[in-house]
C-alpha cells in the first residue's frame, strides 16, 4: 500500500444525526445488511447505520439521495414527507474509530478507487471497501475501525460515517426530533433552497 489508513476518532458525548421515518420513533436504530447502499457489507454478514455529523448531510445522504438536482432545478419536498420524517439524535458513549477515508490520497493511494468509482451508482467498489475495513484487525486479533469516516457523495465536501454493527453498543439514541421542529431545519430550507410544497386540498365541489 502507497499510504497507512489513517484513523478519526470521535470522542463521547458528541452528537450525531440519522433520518428515519416518525413509525420508527423510540425503536432501536437499524443496521441494514440488504446490500442496497454505498458502504454496505457486500456479503450481507454485518449491518451498517449511516449518521451525519449536521443534519444538512443526514438529509442529504437520506431523504435527497436520489433527487437529480443537476437535471432538475426545482429543489422541492411535499409536507407530508417532511412530516414523516424524524433525526435521531444519536450520542456516542463510548469513543468510535473510524476509518477516515477522505484524508488526502486514501481512496486513490490506498485502495486505488477512482473519482467515478466513489461516487458512481454502481456500490461494487465502495462495498469492497467496507468489507477490507470491517476485515482489519490488530495485532490481538480485535477489530481496528468502528466504521467509516466517508466523502458524501451529495453534501461534498462533508463528512459522512457508515458505523459498522458491532460498535452498535457505542452508541445510543439521546431524542427523536420531528424533521419540522428540528432547529436546523429552517436554515437547511434557506441554504439549500428548497421548497416546501403544501399538500393539495380536496377538490372544489361544482
Same mark, same amino acid.
Given at each position: 500500500?502507497? #499510504? ?5 476518532? #470521535?470522542?463521547p ?8 421515518r ?21 456479503a450481507k ?6 449518521l ?9 445522504e437520506?431523504v435527497?439521495h ?29 469513543? $468510535?474509530? $473510524? ?8 481512496m486513490?493511494g ?7 468509482q ?5 456500490y461494487?467498489?465502495t ?10 484487525v ?24 457508515? $458505523? ?13 426530533i420531528?424533521?419540522?421542529?428540528h432547529?436546523e431545519w429552517p ?9 416546501v ?7 372544489e365541489?361544482?
Open positions: 500500500m502507497g #499510504i497507512e489508513l489513517p484513523t478519526l476518532r #470521535i470522542d458525548r458528541e452528537l450525531l444525526q440519522h433520518v428515519s416518525v413509525a420508527y420513533r423510540g425503536a432501536p436504530l437499524y443496521y441494514g445488511r440488504d446490500g442496497t447502499n454505498r458502504y454496505d457489507d457486500p454478514n454485518y449491518g451498517v447505520l449511516y451525519g455529523r449536521d443534519l444538512p448531510t443526514a438529509l442529504m437520506s435527497f436520489k433527487h437529480q438536482w443537476d437535471q432538475d432545478a426545482k429543489r422541492s419536498i411535499a409536507l407530508a414527507e417532511v412530516r414523516s420524517r424524524l433525526v435521531r439524535a444519536v450520542g456516542v458513549v463510548d469513543a $468510535l474509530r $473510524l476509518a477516515d477515508l477522505t484524508a488526502e490520497g486514501v486513490a490506498y485502495f486505488g478507487l477512482t473519482l467515478e466513489l461516487a458512481g451508482r454502481d461494487t467498489h462495498q469492497q471497501v467496507s468489507a477490507r475495513v470491517h476485515a482489519m490488530d495485532a490481538d486479533g480485535m477489530p481496528l475501525f468502528d466504521g467509516m469516516l466517508y466523502p458524501s457523495r451529495n453534501n461534498y465536501p462533508a463528512p459522512s460515517i457508515a $458505523l459498522f454493527d458491532r460498535a452498535q453498543g457505542k452508541v445510543k439514541v439521546v431524542d427523536d420531528d424533521l419540522p421542529e432547529v436554515g437547511f430550507v434557506e441554504k439549500y433552497r428548497i421548497g410544497e403544501l399538500d393539495p386540498g380536496p377538490p365541489e361544482s
